[in-house]
């Protein structure tokens, strides 16, 4: 199954990816398997991304909105576009490492979601969808969070948000070597800090209206994507945690594991559940 059919997303749509644990890397994956089927997509943010590498898109635009709206509607023959207001800080052309999204150190500005939403209008009538990929929230690279007072940065017009999160956290102990604002989570969850993440952490933060669920634009559909590292089997724990959001005001959640080849390992929809039967066949 692709990540596009798990998460129910249609050529056109405006996703707003938050959260953390894998929101670069989701963006990645979507942008790929859509240009793959010959659609065209827009990856951009609200935030600050890393500047992708050289040829990793077939359009790259950083200039104000007027430029950039004139750049993907005058450029021909792309598919896959990253945009961007302004360079923010140094230039580092070093390339990152541990990135999946081929990409460097220096770092990118991107539009306020009111911009946002005036290039996804200005382009709206193009002869084919164009797929917007937002990434509207930060995390350091780390693994769980809580947003501040001002996040996540989500446009109005995202019809779908997914709430990214690490299921690798779990297990471990809540400090700020896994979790960006700590003493946000454990404000919103009551768990002290130092404590074992469990899935009722998890749960508590993603279903809780200051945590994953902050922000959503009214009628935006909720997805959770349960990322992990490891790619045989989902994590022991992701079903329970999957159903629970199901059943918090969450539309599905997947279980992902971005890094793999075949990246969707399970489906959460309320009482439904698919499972990647290549994964689980014995």
Request: charged share 20%.
């Amino acid at each position: 199954m692709k990540l596009i059919e798990a998460l129910a997303v249609q050529a056109g749509d405006c996703v707003s990816v938050v959260g953390a644990g894998g929101k670069t890397s989701l963006c990645w994956r979507l942008a790929r398997e859509f240009a793959q089927q010959g659609d065209s997509v827009v990856f951009t943010t609200t935030t600050r991304i890393r500047r992708p590498a050289p040829g990793a898109f077939d359009l790259l635009s950083v200039s104000d909105i007027s430029e950039v709206s004139n750049a993907l509607a005058v450029s021909s023959g792309w598919r896959m576009a990253c945009v961007a207001a302004a360079i923010d800080g140094a230039i580092d052309d070093t390339p990152v490492a541990e990135s999946l999204m081929p990409a460097v150190h220096t770092k990118l500005a991107g539009f306020s979601p009111e911009e946002v939403c005036r290039l996804h209008r200005a382009l709206a009538q193009a002869a084919t969808p164009i797929t917007w990929l937002v990434e509207a929230d930060g995390a350091r690279g780390l693994l769980l969070k809580a947003p501040a007072d001002y996040e996540p940065v989500i446009p109005y017009c995202a019809g779908v948000v997914c709430v990214v999160v690490g299921l690798d956290a779990l297990g471990r102990p809540l400090d700020e070597r896994v979790a960006h604002r700590v003493e946000r989570i454990t404000a919103l969850t009551g768990a002290q800090s130092g404590d074992i993440i469990t899935p009722e952490i998890m749960t508590a933060l993603l279903s809780h209206r200051q945590g994953g669920l902050k922000g959503i634009p009214a009628g935006a559909r909720v997805i959770a994507v349960l990322n992990q590292r490891a790619v045989h089997r989902p994590h022991p724990a992701a079903l329970h945690i999957g159903r629970t959001l199901a059943a918090r005001g969450f539309d599905r959640a997947v279980v992902a594991t971005l890094r793999a080849a075949q990246p969707v390992l399970q489906v959460i929809d309320g009482a439904t559940t698919t499972q990647s039967a290549s994964r689980h066949a014995n």
